[in-house]
């Protein structure tokens, strides 16, 4: 393990959260100005066997999968190939259907193609054939007038980009992501994980509750089984990632958080048919089964190691994935404020997270994006960070935990 000296508070941080058993296993790293300045990882990566959680243990990261898929879109728009305010349909004629014609590509990217959640249950037999997934999509009609609003699309923003990326290349993000991105750069970063790394990867556990967890706002079976092993209560939905923000002035946040607690009890709510279609639960072990490691998913459905995940962001604000031009513009906030489907404020540039209630940075040029159960990716072009947490205890409460919101905060405090 490796902690510059600059940075021993993020490393008590991390050893406390050992000390306090709120952690498993886990990994963080920080990049400072191109330099890895933090690679601290501890604990075990299978409670089963309590195999030892290594430096080049790899976990599942969940929604931190949607910033490398949008990277992987806008490589394509930089080449020309995709026009983010063209429609959808121009490359994908099917979609047009059900009055969909007018959808754009950056409808998709910013979660506002009103698509959250697929209609019909998807079989387990097309967990790995995307393609059949994405025609479910485009046959639906959206859920509200595409740009008048958004919603998170936790598991559907995969498939409808990933479909837009097949059809334009011919590949899929995974492949895309492995030849353009995590190939070149050497990351240990994998959007559909092959067998070798599948068999090294921490597998994912329920997690008890600690003071991190609020206590009325735990997950529905849908969502709770989707994610890890059966247990009582379930990780926060994926992607939403951190708590809540105070209101100020005792403005909004109760009530939301009290229609947020209800719609994750109401297994009809849009936030748990946006989170539990695909069913990840169907398959044994949840999202520790190798159909789903494997399959891919663009919108979760990478395995990665906490240095994999900070080298990525590293070289996403170095300019080596995409144009500084085009990161900016990529980091644009195209939408802000009530989320349809998580009721918690969200806010989103070309597929990345900005600061918000669900994404709690401390820096307003932060940019990232976090995954169920607490991992978390995160990129400050105005700091020079570069910031990778991943862990196998996941989280409990529906908005997530403070795990890395404190490991996040010490990295700041130590600059």
């Given at each position: 393990?490796?902690?510059?000296?600059?940075?021993?508070?993020?490393?008590?941080?991390?050893?406390?959260?050992?000390?306090?058993?709120e952690?498993?296993?886990?990994?963080?790293?920080?990049?400072?100005?191109?330099?890895?300045?933090?690679?601290l990882?501890?604990?075990?990566?299978?409670?089963h066997?309590?195999?030892p959680?290594?430096?080049?243990?790899?976990?599942?990261?969940?929604?931190?999968?949607?910033?490398?898929?949008?990277?992987?879109?806008?490589?394509?728009?930089?080449r020309?190939?995709?026009?983010v305010?063209?429609?959808?349909?121009?490359?994908?004629?099917?979609?047009?259907?059900?009055?969909?014609?007018?959808v754009?590509?950056?409808?998709?990217?910013?979660?506002?193609?009103?698509?959250?959640?697929?209609?019909?249950?998807?079989?387990?037999?097309e967990?790995?054939?995307?393609?059949?997934?994405?025609?479910?999509?485009?046959?639906?009609?959206?859920?509200?007038e595409?740009?008048?609003?958004?919603?998170?699309?936790?598991?559907?923003?995969?498939?409808?980009?990933?479909?837009?990326?097949?059809?334009?290349?011919?590949?899929s993000?995974?492949?895309?992501?492995?030849?353009?991105?995590?190939?070149?750069?050497?990351?240990?970063?994998w959007?559909?994980?092959?067998?070798?790394?599948?068999?090294r990867?921490?597998?994912?556990?329920?997690?008890?509750?600690?003071?991190?967890?609020?206590?009325?706002?735990?997950?529905?079976?849908?969502?709770?089984?989707?994610?890890?092993?059966?247990?009582?209560?379930g990780?926060?939905?994926?992607?939403?990632?951190?708590?809540?923000?105070?209101?100020?002035?005792g403005?909004?946040?109760?009530?939301?958080?009290?229609?947020?607690?209800?719609?994750?009890l109401?297994?009809?709510?849009?936030m748990?048919?946006?989170?539990?279609?695909?069913?990840?639960?169907?398959?044994?072990?949840?999202?520790n089964n190798?159909?789903?490691?494997?399959?891919?998913?663009?919108?979760?459905?990478?395995?990665?190691?906490?240095?994999?995940?900070?080298?990525f962001?590293?070289?996403?604000?170095?300019?080596?994935?995409l144009?500084?031009?085009?990161l900016?513009?990529?980091?644009?906030?195209?939408?802000?404020?009530?989320?349809?489907?998580?009721?918690?404020?969200?806010?989103?540039?070309?597929?990345?997270?900005?600061?918000?209630?669900?994404?709690?940075?401390?820096?307003?040029?932060?940019?990232?994006?976090?995954?169920?159960?607490?991992?978390?990716?995160?990129?400050?072009?105005?700091?020079?960070?570069?910031?990778?947490?991943?862990?196998?205890?996941?989280?409990?409460?529906?908005?997530?935990?403070?795990?890395?919101?404190?490991?996040?905060?010490?990295?700041?405090?130590?600059?």
């Amino acid at each position: 393990m490796h902690c510059d000296p600059r940075f021993s508070r993020v490393r008590e941080v991390f050893e406390r959260h050992f000390a306090d058993g709120e952690e498993l296993g886990a990994a963080f790293a920080v990049h400072l100005d191109g330099e890895l300045v933090v690679d601290l990882w501890d604990g075990v990566a299978d409670r089963h066997t309590g195999r030892p959680w290594e430096r080049d243990t790899p976990a599942f990261a969940y929604s931190c999968t949607k910033a490398v898929t949008a990277a992987v879109l806008l490589q394509l728009v930089e080449r020309g190939q995709v026009d983010v305010t063209a429609p959808v349909a121009e490359v994908w004629p099917e979609f047009a259907a059900a009055g969909k014609g007018a959808v754009t590509v950056e409808h998709l990217l910013s979660h506002q193609a009103g698509l959250p959640a697929l209609e019909e249950p998807v079989p387990v037999e097309e967990f790995e054939d995307q393609p059949a997934i994405a025609a479910r999509l485009a046959g639906q009609a959206p859920l509200w007038e595409p740009g008048s609003a958004h919603g998170y699309h936790a598991l559907t923003y995969g498939f409808l980009v990933g479909e837009v990326v097949r059809r334009v290349t011919g590949k899929s993000v995974g492949e895309l992501a492995s030849a353009e991105i995590a190939g070149p750069l050497g990351l240990e970063l994998w959007v559909g994980a092959p067998d070798p790394v599948i068999e090294r990867a921490a597998r994912l556990t329920a997690g008890e509750r600690t003071r991190d967890d609020r206590p009325a706002a735990t997950a529905t079976p849908t969502a709770v089984t989707a994610v890890t092993e059966p247990a009582p209560s379930g990780p926060e939905p994926a992607g939403a990632g951190g708590e809540a923000a105070p209101a100020a002035g005792g403005g909004r946040a109760p009530n939301v958080l009290e229609e947020m607690a209800r719609a994750a009890l109401d297994p009809g709510s849009l936030m748990n048919r946006a989170l539990g279609n695909p069913a990840i639960n169907l398959l044994k072990g949840g999202a520790n089964n190798p159909v789903i490691l494997r399959a891919g998913w663009p919108a979760a459905g990478m395995v990665t190691t906490a240095r994999g995940l900070a080298g990525f962001y590293r070289a996403l604000i170095a300019g080596e994935i995409l144009r500084p031009e085009t990161l900016r513009e990529a980091l644009r906030p195209r939408v802000n404020g009530p989320d349809r489907v998580l009721h918690l404020d969200t806010s989103f540039g070309l597929g990345f997270m900005r600061p918000s209630g669900t994404f709690l940075v401390p820096s307003p040029s932060a940019f990232g994006h976090s995954g169920a159960g607490g991992s978390i990716g995160v990129g400050d072009p105005g700091r020079g960070l570069a910031v990778g947490y991943v862990m196998n205890r996941m989280a409990n409460a529906i908005s997530g935990n403070l795990r890395g919101m404190r490991l996040l905060q010490a990295v700041y405090d130590s600059l």
